[in-house]
């Protein structure tokens, strides 16, 4: 059976065909609906992870007890799941175990553009990299085989445009598998005298998965003219085939890592002139000039962003038919928080007070933008807690009552725990905002350990935020209604004045929440609108000014009243 799929559906359907049993994931774009898609399967039991590393540990557990296992992450997750990657790859496995890495190559939603090649070659642990869905379906399977065959985990690398793009799928049947569990101390335990023997172990099987890689099929000479030879992988191969045609021979490499050394020179040997076409890192290229090869890549092809048909031609100086694009250019659309986000009145309030905010990741980094301006750091999951302490320490006295740290539910129980259990052990007199909306909104609404419902929306434990800052050892613990701006600002002042650590839940569900019943739009008296565009410092996206007054969008507004407490003149209603 035929069917259209983005790539992560593909992905997902691979796991089902497979016979994979158990996913762990922590969401991250674009890599979340692999593990969405997976869920609609009853055959896999799926779950939401409070992060990365703990999906990976859950997937390495099951697949040491036989089952045929599955974790996703975006790029910078597989940063916070290296800790156990790098120690799997001695252990290797028993049951296949396959793990989903999605780079985001021009950073469409991400704070960094690294290149996760790095962590399969620093970690000794094969990396397939599919081009399309149809590949991405069939290198999951084949991924398992490999896994189970040389003892490792085996990495898929996805990238936006492959997780996010459609294209045919011929789908299969689930086949079932199975392995005992066997008890094998010398294999599993990772004390020195076992690790120091497991590591030859990894050497060898290199070796062995570079011969693999030679003669698999999963990369793949297409021959061409010969005056011009290209190597590439993922969409860049699409890209090339698209500006060259035939009058290229391509190398198509499905495995980038380990990388193949005959194939590369046996290839190069029979073509003229020699490009490496990759994104971001010269990982290929580099690999081919430590070969001894003369090849064209980064003096031509830019280290950054994305790769796109007519950037290859250009910069190769490929003539190439230009496409049809509109005459007029669109408006640029910034992106920004929601009409009626909940953290809008949060960051109403810092900026007002001028307060230093440390921040996190999520959709209320969108805090940092105009007109609110109220976030000055965000570095990592979990960052803004761990930071503040650092800050707060640095400053002593001179940091006292002017700085928070802003922190998503979410990203709180990814990483932000351990952050805040610093804070209380070693006592810095720091605040810290929770951002409770009722769910991981960046990603898409998905659940997580303080919502009380699993992935599939049923049931689940839930943690209580306040009992858990308790028992931490903050004293100091209370929850705001972001919607109330006086007792926001009321309880800002008073936890930043107070000479001890304390935490603020300002807790309200993300509007676009499906539950979530919204009042009826308000509406601007415009005989009392006096133009002061005090309204206009929320940067709420369902307000203008129009013919010199205010205007209220009200296909948008969702009647917050958030922009009714700053009219002095009762405009708003």
Request: hydrophobic share 40%.
């Amino acid at each position: 059976m035929k069917e259209l799929m983005l790539g992560n559906k593909a992905f997902a359907r691979g796991l089902y065909e497979a016979g994979c049993l158990v996913a762990s994931s922590y969401p991250g774009t674009p890599s979340t609906e692999i593990t969405e898609e997976a869920a609609k399967f009853d055959d896999i039991y799926c779950e939401w992870a409070p992060n990365e590393k703990v999906a990976m540990e859950v997937a390495f557990g099951a697949a040491m007890a036989g089952k045929r296992s599955f974790c996703g992450m975006k790029h910078v997750g597989l940063n916070v799941a290296a800790d156990p990657l790098y120690t799997m790859s001695y252990t290797g496995v028993n049951a296949g175990m396959v793990i989903a890495v999605a780079d985001d190559a021009g950073m469409h939603s991400s704070q960094n553009e690294q290149d996760s090649r790095h962590h399969a070659i620093a970690s000794k642990v094969p990396m397939l990299e599919p081009s399309d869905s149809q590949e991405t379906l069939d290198f999951v399977k084949k991924a398992y085989e490999i896994s189970e065959e040389f003892d490792t985990p085996v990495i898929v690398k996805m990238c936006t445009r492959v997780a996010h793009c459609q294209s045919v799928v011929e789908t299969g049947e689930r086949v079932e598998f199975s392995k005992p569990y066997v008890k094998d101390i010398a294999k599993y335990v990772m004390m020195p005298a076992n690790a120091k023997k497991r590591h030859p172990f990894v050497e060898e099987r290199t070796k062995k998965l570079i011969e693999f890689a030679e003669t698999s099929g999963i990369n793949r000479v297409e021959e061409g003219d010969s005056s011009i030879g290209i190597i590439t992988s993922s969409t860049s191969y699409l890209y090339a085939k698209e500006v060259f045609g035939d009058k290229a021979s391509v190398l198509k490499l499905g495995m980038a890592n380990p990388l193949p050394v005959k194939l590369i020179l046996d290839f190069a040997a029979k073509v003229d002139k020699l490009y490496v076409i990759e994104e971001l890192d010269p990982i290929i290229e580099n690999h081919c000039k430590a070969l001894g090869l003369e090849v064209i890549g980064k003096d031509a092809l830019p280290i950054t962003g994305e790769f796109s048909q007519n950037l290859i031609a250009e910069k190769l100086g490929i003539e190439k038919p230009e496409g049809l694009k509109l005459d007029e250019e669109l408006p640029m659309r910034p992106p920004a928080m929601c009409s009626g986000c909940p953290h809008r009145g949060v960051f109403y309030v810092l900026s007002k007070n001028k307060i230093t905010v440390l921040g996190d990741i999520g959709c209320y980094t969108l805090g940092a933008a105009a007109p609110l301006n109220a976030m000055h750091m965000t570095l990592c999951m979990g960052g803004s807690v761990s930071s503040i302490h650092g800050f707060n320490k640095a400053l002593g006295e001179e940091a006292e009552g002017n700085n928070v740290a802003v922190i998503g539910v979410s990203p709180f129980m990814h990483s932000g725990m351990t952050g805040l259990a610093n804070i209380a052990y070693n006592q810095s007199n720091s605040t810290v905002i929770i951002l409770d909306n009722s769910i991981t909104g960046m990603t898409g609404h998905q659940q997580n350990p303080t919502t009380g419902y699993n992935i599939k929306g049923d049931p689940a434990g839930k943690i209580d935020l306040e009992a858990l800052c308790k028992a931490m050892g903050f004293n100091r613990v209370r929850v705001v209604d972001p919607y109330d701006l006086a007792a926001t600002e009321a309880a800002v002042k008073e936890e930043l004045a107070a000479n001890e650590p304390s935490v603020i839940i300002s807790r309200r569900p993300c509007v676009l929440l499906k539950y979530v019943k919204t009042n009826p739009p308000l509406s601007v008296d415009t005989d009392k609108c006096r133009s002061c565009k005090m309204c206009m410092k929320l940067g709420c996206p369902s307000i203008s000014f129009k013919d010199g007054k205010a205007h209220i969008d009200n296909t948008l507004c969702t009647g917050c009243g958030v922009c009714r407490q700053l009219c002095k003149f009762d405009a708003l209603n």
